[in-house]
Structure formats: structure tokens, C-alpha cells
């Protein structure tokens, strides 16, 4: 993934990293297996999918995509750029880094994933229809 995807570690190459332990500990605790080429397609279509959706939806003032997290039972508010960092970090490294959840998101700003296709089949169609 270009590093410059994601935003500079304030203390990369600082011996004194205070999470350096808990980087370290968190790298030897979860192993992560490379992603199967059945998953690498999904990611490369999910990347794909989500530059039209970008593309058709931004200039509506949609700033992103909202997830249900099955963990916290809270909703996830992703802006177009995070996402499309965590999904290029999960094709290249197999495993999404933990991010700072959105600031006070305007949930009427962020639309779903299923929002999105339908958005874009329905353009799709409209076009064909032509």
C-alpha cells in the first residue's frame, strides 16, 4: 500500500515510541495468513466499485460509506479516502491497521455499501435505457 495513503506516524523511527511494545506484541500475537487470490478478486472489484461510487456519489455531498460493526454494534463511518486506504492496505497486507473513528460524522453525510450499488445500477440503467 503507498505510504502515502495513510497519515505519517508522528514517532516512526523514534527509539522512545511509546506503542512500540504494543506494536511489536500485536505483530507476534496475530500472524496474518496472505489473502487467497478468491479474496485479492473481491478486494481489486470492492476498489473498483468504490471509485465509481465515489465518483457518482461525492459531488451529492455524500462524504462516505457507513458500516454496522458486528463487534460494537456501532455504526463506522468511513470517508471515501480511509476506506479506499483500508482496503488497499487489506490487499497488500492482509489485514486492516486500527483508525481513528470519524469526527463527529453527520450520518446523513454517509450512505451504505447496498446504497451505493443500487445508486449505481440505477445510473447504469438509465443510461442503458438511452
Known amino acids: 500500500m503507498p505510504h502515502d495513503a495513510l497519515p505519517p506516524d508522528p514517532f516512526a523511527g523514534d527509539p522512545d ?32 466499485d468504490l471509485a465509481v461510487y465515489q465518483a457518482l456519489l461525492a459531488p451529492r455531498g455524500v462524504r462516505g460509506v457507513v458500516v454496522d460493526c458486528g463487534d460494537c454494534d ?24 486500527p483508525h481513528e ?3 463527529d460524522p453527520d450520518p446523513a ?13 440505477g445510473v447504469n440503467e438509465r443510461e442503458s435505457a438511452r
Open 109 to 121: 453525510c454517509y450512505v451504505s455499501w447496498e446504497y451505493c450499488r443500487g445508486y449505481a445500477d
Open 17 to 48: 515510541d511509546p506503542a512500540r511494545a504494543l506494536r511489536d506484541a500485536d505483530d507476534h500475537d496475530h500472524e496474518h495468513d496472505p489473502i487467497g487470490e478468491e479474496e485479492r478478486a473481491e478486494l481489486i472489484n470492492d476498489l473498483s
Open 74 to 97: 456501532e455504526p463506522h463511518y468511513h470517508d471515501w479516502a480511509l476506506l479506499q486506504a483500508s482496503l488497499e492496505q487489506l490487499l497488500h497486507d492482509g489485514h486492516m491497521r
Open 101 to 103: 473513528p470519524a469526527f
